[in-house]
């Protein structure tokens, strides 16, 4: 009896003090080229258990209504033959998969606000994006995908076309059975209707946390003490795990004033700046038993010949950072 109960006691303990398995993804950048297994040995040395794969459509301005997708100009990573491609050669390494369809409007707008002028060019648009959703849920179900993602960052589409948007959980629902997620951009999260439909209250976690050129991690922290209470909420809200479908910093000075700016003309490379506030973000959500997890942005496949100490981008590739991000997923494995 003894044995029994100090065997139930070192149960208890291990379990007190065991981490939970989170998400710990990559946002894995679409190539010209199809992936092989020196593509992938870097994921695996990041200690990442996930990857989001992003095939992308194409509108030619914000009120156009035909969605371009699967074309032989896009890039082999961006098609379903790419996606495909990708997901086996991940999968095969025991990583998991979110697919991320996302949309590129040309010349760079941003796609939160794309509107169409009348109810027929919604209309058109709408049929154009479900049918560019729901083929890739069909692929998403054909490849056993974990996570897939039913749009990113199209907040005016949302607000005007609510209806729109349920019955396409439905509709995707239908075909596909894994988990459902949608990426809000990060001041959009909090209005965003179906959470409740949804199995992962998704956010492009891009949130501003401090006004410093290199901000310190106490800066970052305290910066994110405005707007935990609002992610909270959120999830309690819906009883939904939060999960970051996009989190990083770029490597520049005042990394963390806006942190969504991707502009080249910002080139002063802070490698400091991008360590400080990503191990903020780390500190504050991953211990959390209410958050899922998140897809560091960006991830290329060519990873001996992209970043380094002179990059100023996103990528935490041969930075400083990206043993940071080992550190924190092989703790959270």
Aim: proline share 4%; glycine share 6%; with cysteine.
């Amino acid at each position: 009896m003894k044995t029994y109960k100090l065997l139930i006691l070192l149960l208890l303990l291990q379990s007190c003090t065991a981490q939970v398995e989170k998400i710990n993804g990559v946002s894995f950048v679409a190539s010209k080229d199809a992936v092989n297994d020196a593509h992938v040995n870097p994921v695996i040395n990041l200690n990442a258990n996930y990857a989001a794969v992003m095939p992308f459509g194409f509108i030619k301005s914000l009120n156009s209504t035909t969605l371009t997708y699967n074309t032989n100009r896009q890039w082999f990573g961006e098609t379903a033959k790419g996606v495909k491609q990708y997901v086996e050669a991940l999968q095969k390494h025991h990583i998991k998969i979110m697919i991320k369809p996302q949309i590129w409007v040309w010349h760079g707008e941003f796609t939160g606000f794309i509107k169409m002028t009348s109810e027929a060019n919604w209309k058109a648009f709408e049929t154009s994006y479900s049918k560019f959703i729901l083929e890739y849920a069909v692929l998403a179900e054909a490849v056993n995908a974990d996570i897939f993602c039913i749009g990113t960052e199209l907040e005016t589409f949302i607000k005007n076309r609510p209806s729109f948007w349920f019955k396409l959980i439905k509709k995707v629902r239908a075909i596909y059975k894994g988990k459902l997620t949608y990426a809000a951009n990060w001041d959009e999260f909090k209005r965003t209707p179906f959470w409740g439909a949804l199995d992962f209250i998704g956010i492009d976690a891009y949130f501003p946390v401090s006004n410093v050129k290199t901000p310190t991690f106490e800066d970052a922290m305290e910066g994110w003490k405005n707007h935990l209470p609002e992610i909270k909420a959120k999830q309690k809200a819906f009883n939904k795990p939060i999960l970051f479908t996009e989190f990083g910093y770029r490597s520049v000075d005042f990394s963390g004033k806006e942190p969504w700016k991707s502009e080249r003309s910002m080139q002063g490379v802070n490698l400091q700046a991008q360590v400080n506030t990503t191990k903020a973000l780390f500190e504050t959500f991953w211990h959390q038993d209410w958050f899922a997890g998140g897809f560091v942005w960006k991830w290329f496949i060519n990873h001996n010949q992209v970043g380094g100490e002179q990059n100023h981008m996103f990528t935490p590739q041969n930075k400083p950072v990206e043993r940071l991000i080992n550190s924190y997923y092989k703790k959270y494995e």
